[in-house]
């Protein structure tokens, strides 16, 4: 399939123009105009890179990649060696971020919804990439279990363990600045990817339990799930590469 043509599918997918993002959404990386084979992953790390290349991969299709707002511009060191491996095998870099967390289908949060079992009830109305729901998990550590069985990890828990869940938010990745928005909108757990020395203290004086669950760890699926939809919409060869990351 040509390059152009599946990158406009997935933008009229995702509508990547609704967001302000932190780095551009789409094709970052030229490569090969003719697509067969899609690589997937969270990262878009030299690691990944060199397994997507050895499998043949025309297109690699990550949620993070490169030219983040803030970072340094020069394509030295660890960029130039990344951004050289994809041209010297002509692959193509394409990325979504907040587009792909917030996917009503195919997106992160929705994703690890489905995943963990909660019944989604819809987004807050002060914040849209925090998805709210129920669970049929009872206490906070029922649901910490069932996060370490899906995840493969453990979660940070913060909170009384033996609290009863409630009404439950959730939003994947670095998204624990969002605990106060979950607390207003009167949720009694909230789960995110990351966790930040101020959380503790938020957490328990605004009477929320937290599980913090890994920044990987919970955004390994919109991208399969996307992967996935391309594979069956334009029969392409699809598969998704995994460097496991305990962050």
Known sequence: MNRTLLLNEIDALLNPS???DYAPNGLQIQ???????????????RQVIEAAADWGAHLLLVHHGYFWKGESEPITGIKY????????HDISLAAYHLPLDAHPTLGNNAQLGLKLGLTAQGQLPSEPLV???????TTLAALAQR???VLGRAPLIIGDASAPVGKIGWCTGGA???????????L??????????????????????YLACGHHATERYGVQALGEHLRDAFSLEYRFF????PV
């Open 18 to 20: 609704a967001y302000k």
């Open 242 to 245: 995994d460097e496991d990351n």
């Open 188 to 209: 009694n757990t909230y789960i995110s990817g990351e966790v930040s020395e101020r959380t503790y203290h938020e957490a328990r004086e605004l009477g929320i339990g």
């Open 176 to 186: 624990q600045g969002y605990l106060s928005n979950a607390a207003a909108f009167e």
């Open 31 to 45: 490569g090969s105009d003719s697509i067969t084979r899609i690589a997937t992953a969270v990262t878009a790390s």
């Open 131 to 137: 998805w709210h729901g129920t669970s049929d998990c």
């Open 147 to 149: 996060v370490e069985l």
């Open 81 to 88: 060696e990344r951004i050289a491996a994809l041209i010297r």
